[in-house]
Each structure stands twice: as structure tokens, then as C-alpha cells.
């Protein structure tokens, strides 16, 4: 057991927000159609349906972000069809492999601050040429990205034309979708997402909830026994209301964006104060999740007092990640950089 003032591991490490342990509990004893077809669920896709501006799309309910990214994808590929994605991408650094279980080899490229452009996707799709190599088919990304960063308007739109140019789904992993929408840096709407992307998920375990996530799906032709897919990945929950219920009580007066906003705005918070000290960032301080440079017997020192994870070794130098929650308080922001400014 860790002694830290304070964890910046991650933004799940609170179990859940009370509004949302609330609602579980009113409905605890009360009885529910099983597999996601429960009255809770019903009500919860219809607010991410109005939410995005697409009555016509299926949301379908998942317990976490690995799964729903292993689950889209399996679904929407064939047996020889890769995915194009950033080297960074969390499905390429941080899923043990998931995506290549299911036999789809993933593409990686560079990239820039975490994301795509149109350029990487087409020299991925030139070097491709016949059958004897793997088909490019799907191109992910993530909403806010693995260092924090967001995709603005003009950026995903060239990259979801180049998708329809090149006969590719396009897939966005929306674990912290909330951060991403609600940063200073965005200025995409839900309902922007729902037009240029063939499939997201909402993600809830980042943002409040107990668990879950909102696998939203926009093209027809992805829709097609979805739900067969889920059973066969084990995905399609027995007690699927438990995530229904969830997802009701962050959306039905939002809540969603309200907690998205303070994880964000927290993290500002420590980012402007760590600047103030003189401190270089690895990236852009957009979302929840910041990259300041320290020298790294500094990062040491700061180890004794709060939990966070070394990012990147640079020379005498260490670039570490702090991220911040839908409940982390002002005061321990104030403490932090009380400390950083003492070593």
C-alpha cells in the first residue's frame, strides 16, 4: 500500500462518482431484461443518440476500453485487413496484443503529438500494393490521444475524406472522449464525430463510472450482427442494466461533461503552475493528462510524494505523465506545485 499524498497514475483510480453509485443503488433489488435490454439501457443509448445528433445509430454497452476496441475491430475486418494506427496508439503500446489475437495486423506510423494525418494513412495505403501483404481497411485513433492531445475539426476531416477516398473505416477509441471534447484545444462537436466516423466509444470508466463504455456505431454496413460479435468476445453482459444505469445518471443532466471539465481544468491548473516554474512539456497541455520535463532526480524526489508514471527518458532529463480526474481536488494541485517549487 502506496503512502503517497496523492495518485496522478490515472483517472480511474476513484471508484466512482456518488450521483452514479447512487443510481445503482435505487435500482439494486428491481428485476431487468438481461444482455443489455433493459429498460436502463434503452434510455441511456437515447441520450448518447441525442447527445451526437444521430437517431439512427446503434449504441451497444461494454464493460472497458480494451474490449470495445478488440470488439469493433474484430467485427469490422476480415481475416487479412490490418488497421492503421499511431505507434503511441493505445490498441499498439498498451493492449497486450489484443488487436493481433484476433489476427489483424495493426500498421504503425509515427505520427505527430499522438495523432494521424492524411499523408501517414496514404503512404500506409501505397505500400500495401497486392495480396501478398495484409489489406489496410481501418484506420484508429483515439480521442483525446495517448499524450493528451485532440484532434480539431479541420484535422479529422481530412483524415475521414482520405478514408473515403481509400475505401477505409474509420474508428476513433473515445476512452477519455469527454476530455477531448471538452478541451480549450477542441473545437469538434459530438455530432461532428458521429458525421465523420464510421464507429467511437464513449468512454465511462475514465469519467465517473464504476465501469463501462458506449460503443456507438455510425455505418450501416458495421451494424450487421454486432451483437453476435459481443457473445462470441465475451462482451455481452449478463447484468448489461449495471452499465445502462450508469451511463443514464452521467448523461440524463450533464454530468458527463461537467466531470470531464474539472479533470481538465485540474490539469491546467498543475500544468500553468509547473510552466510557472520553468519546466518544459513532451506535449501540448490539452486534456487531462500533462507531460512536463523534469530533471529526473527531481522526478525522483517527487516519487517519495506522489504516485505518477515516468513517460520518457531523455538523457539527464525525464518526461513524466500526470493526469487528472473527474475528482481531483484544487487543494492537492496547490500541494504539488508547493513541493515541486521546494526540490
Known amino acids: 500500500m502506496n503512502t503517497f499524498k496523492h495518485s496522478f497514475k490515472n483517472d480511474y483510480s476513484e471508484l466512482a462518482h456518488p450521483r452514479v453509485l447512487a443510481a445503482l443503488a435505487s435500482v439494486g433489488t428491481k ?10 439501457s434503452s434510455k441511456a443509448a437515447e441520450h448518447i443518440k441525442k447527445k451526437i445528433g444521430k437517431p439512427s445509430a446503434d449504441v451497444h454497452f461494454i464493460s472497458g476500453g480494451t474490449h470495445a476496441n478488440l470488439t469493433v475491430i474484430a467485427s469490422a475486418l476480415r481475416p487479412y485487413e490490418a488497421v492503421i494506427a499511431c505507434e503511441s496508439g493505445h490498441i499498439s503500446t498498451h493492449e497486450t496484443g489484443a488487436i493481433e489475437t484476433a489476427g489483424h495486423k495493426i500498421c504503425t506510423v509515427r505520427g505527430e503529438n499522438g495523432k494521424l494525418n492524411a499523408a501517414d494513412i496514404e503512404a500506409v495505403v501505397d505500400a500495401h500494393a497486392d495480396e501478398h501483404m495484409v489489406k489496410p481497411r481501418l484506420v484508429y485513433i483515439s480521442q483525446s490521444t495517448e499524450v493528451g492531445t485532440v484532434y480539431k475539426k479541420a484535422e479529422l476531416k481530412e483524415i475521414a475524406e482520405c478514408c473515403q477516398r481509400n475505401g477505409l473505416y474509420l474508428f476513433a477509441d473515445g476512452a477519455r472522449l469527454g476530455a477531448g471534447m471538452n478541451s480549450h484545444a477542441c473545437d469538434l462537436t459530438y455530432s461532428d464525430i458521429a458525421d465523420m466516423v464510421d464507429a467511437f466509444f464513449v468512454g465511462g470508466t475514465k469519467i465517473g463510472a464504476l465501469f463501462g463504455e458506449a460503443i456507438v456505431i455510425c455505418r450501416d454496413e458495421l451494424k ?40 481538465n481544468d485540474t490539469a491546467l491548473k498543475i500544468a500553468e503552475g509547473i510552466k510557472g516554474l520553468g519546466y ?43 493526469v487528472c480526474s473527474w475528482a481531483t481536488p484544487d487543494s492537492i494541485i496547490e500541494e504539488f506545485i508547493g513541493d515541486l517549487s521546494t526540490i
Do not use: C
Open 224 to 263: 450487421t450482427d454486432f451483437r453476435y460479435n459481443l457473445k462470441q468476445r465475451g462482451a455481452l453482459l449478463s447484468k448489461g442494466a449495471s452499465i445502462g444505469v450508469q451511463f443514464v445518471a452521467l448523461f440524463e443532466d450533464g454530468l458527463y461533461d461537467e466531470l470531464a471539465k474539472h479533470a
Open 280 to 322: 518544459d512539456f513532451l506535449s501540448d497541455a490539452e486534456t487531462n493528462q500533462i507531460f512536463p520535463i523534469f530533471p529526473s532526480e527531481v522526478a525522483e524526489k517527487l516519487h517519495g510524494l506522489y504516485g505518477f508514471y515516468d513517460w520518457q527518458r531523455m538523457g539527464d532529463m525525464t518526461a513524466v505523465r500526470l
Open 31 to 40: 428485476q431487468f431484461e438481461g444482455y443489455g435490454l433493459d429498460e436502463y
